[in-house]
C-alpha cells in the first residue's frame, strides 16, 4: 500500500545522525529520497556501530528506503548537478556548518530561484545564527548543554550522558515535523517553500520539560535522583528474587494506591502526603523500601502478573534479545523482518507509527555508495557520456 508521502521527492545530504534520521522517516512513509554522499569516502554513518563481514549495520537502518548517489558538491559541476537536482525536489535536508552551501553556491537563495517551493532543512549543533553557530556541533554536546546530563545519573555521581544518539534522535523526528509543516504551509495554504532554522539542542531542551520555567518562576534546579522522580513515588527500578529488574510507575494517584496495597503496606494512602505525587516523592525512600522488598521475594513472572492483576503499572527491564521476543512488541511488528541483498533476512525497528490507509513500509534496505546514481542522473537529463565524464573526474560515484 502506499504511503502518504508519495510522490514527495527529497535529497539527503546529512550525516550523523538527525538528518539520516528525518529523511529516514520521510523515506519510511512513501518519500522519494536520494541519498547523496562524498563519492571518494562515503557517508561517515557507514564506519558507525558493528558490521558484519564488512557490511555496516546501522546503515542498512538509517538509510532504508533511500537512493544513493555519489556526488561532491565542492567542485563547480558537481554543484551545477546538486542545483539541477534540487530542481526537482520538495525538500533538502542538509547539516553542514552555517554557510558551507553558500561557499559551494548552492545556498537557499540560489536554490529559491530554482525552485520557488523548495523547503531547505537546515539542522546544525547550535543553529545558523548566534555565536556558536560556527562551532562543530554535535549530540553529546546538546545532552551537555541542554540540561539533560545535570538531571541524570545518582545524586552522589557525575553527570551521565546517554550511551546512544538521544539528542540527535529527537531532533531527528523534529525535523521531519517541520519539514511536514513547510509543506502543509506551501501545498494546502498557498505559500512557497522556506528555509528551517533547527539545531540539535533546541529539541532536546523542549523534552525535558518544565526545568526552564520552574527555574525562572521559582529559582529551583532539578537534583540528580537516579531513578527516582521528583514528581511521584514509588517510581524506580527493582531487583527480582531470580536477579531480573522490573521498573515501577506511580503518576497517577489510583496506580500508586494500588501498588501500595499489592505491597501489603496500604496504612501509607492514608497519610496526608500519600495524596499528591510530589508529597509521595518526598517520602520515596521509605516507599521505595516497601516496594524493593515484596520485589525481592518473588521470580520477575510472579511480579509481573502479580502487577497486572492488580492493574498496577510495571515493565520488565529488557535488553535487545528480550525486547525483540516481547509478545506484545511482536504483535505489533515492532521489529520487523526484512530482505537485505548482502545479508539476507535482518530484522530491524519498523516504521515509527501506524496508519490505516497509508501505512508506509520499508522498501528496501541501505544500499551501496553509488548505487543508483545512474538512474537519478538520467531523471534529469544527464546523459552516460556526461556520467561517465563526471564519474572519471571523482566528482560523481
Keep these: 500500500m502506499p504511503g502518504p508521502l508519495e510522490g ?76 539541477r537536482l534540487a530542481a526537482t525536489v520538495d525538500v533538502i535536508v542538509e547539516n553542514f556548518r552555517p554557510g558551507t552551501l553558500e561557499r559551494w553556491g548552492v545556498g537557499y537563495e540560489t536554490l529559491k530561484e530554482a525552485n520557488p517551493g523548495i523547503v531547505l532543512v537546515r539542522i546544525t549543533g547550535f543553529g545558523q545564527s548566534g555565536p556558536y553557530r560556527d562551532r562543530p556541533g554535535f549530540g553529546t554536546l546538546a545532552e551537555s548543554m541542554s540540561g539533560f546530563a545535570a538531571i541524570t545519573g545518582e545524586p552522589d555521581g557525575p553527570p551521565t550522558l546517554p550511551p546512544f544518539g538521544l539528542a540527535d534522535s529527537i531532533c531527528g523526528m523534529a525535523a521531519a515535523s517541520a519539514a511536514m509543516m513547510a509543506l502543509y504551509h506551501r501545498d494546502a495554504r498557498g505559500g512557497e517553500g522556506q528555509q528551517i532554522d533547527i539545531s540539535i539542542l533546541e529539541p532536546i531542551v523542549t523534552a525535558l520539560g518544565p526545568q526552564a520555567i520552574i ?21 524506580n527500578t527493582y531487583k527480582t528474587k531470580d536477579g531480573r529488574w522490573v521498573a515501577v510507575s506511580t503518576s497517577a494517584d489510583t496506580i500508586a494506591e494500588r501498588v501500595m496495597r499489592l505491597v501489603e503496606h496500604p496504612e501509607v494512602i492514608d497519610e496526608p502526603w500519600f495524596a499528591t505525587g510530589k508529597g509521595r516523592a518526598e517520602h520515596g525512600e521509605l516507599l521505595d523500601e516497601y516496594v ?67 501505512p508506509g513500509g520499508i522498501r528496501h534496505t541501505g544500499r551501496a555508495l553509488g548505487a543508483d ?3 537519478v542522473l538520467a531523471e534529469i537529463g544527464i546523459d552516460a557520456d556526461r556520467i561517465a565524464a563526471l564519474r572519471e573526474r571523482g566528482i560523481v560515484a
Design 373 to 375: 546514481t545512474d538512474e
Design 8 to 83: 514527495l521527492r527529497v535529497l539527503d545530504v546529512s550525516t550523523v545522525l538527525a538528518g539520516p534520521l528525518c529523511c529516514q522517516i520521510l523515506g519510511d512513509y512513501g518519500a522519494d529520497v536520494i541519498k547523496i554522499e562524498h563519492p571518494a569516502k562515503g557517508d561517515s554513518m557507514r564506519g558507525h556501530g558493528p558490521s558484519k563481514d564488512g557490511v555496516p549495520l546501522w546503515w542498512k537502518m538509517v538509510s532504508r528506503n533511500k537512493r544513493h548517489i555519489g556526488l561532491y558538491l565542492g567542485d563547480p559541476e558537481g554543484a551545477d548537478v546538486f542545483r
Design 292 to 358: 524493593a522488598e515484596w520485589i525481592a521475594e518473588r521470580t520477575r513472572d510472579e511480579v509481573i502478573d502479580a502487577f497486572e492483576a492488580a492493574q498496577a503499572a510495571i515493565a520488565p527491564v529488557y535488553d535487545a534479545a528480550e525486547l525483540m521476543e516481547d509478545p506484545q512488541v511482536r504483535a505489533l511488528d515492532m521489529i520487523t523482518t526484512v530482505s537485505d541483498d548482502e545479508l539476507g533476512p535482518i530484522r530491524m525497528q519498523n516504521v515509527l507509527f501506524r496508519m490505516s490507509d497509508t
Design 215 to 235: 527555574y525562572d518562576q521559582l529559582g529551583e534546579l532539578q537534583r540528580r535522583t537516579g531513578n527516582r522522580s521528583d514528581n511521584n513515588a514509588p517510581r
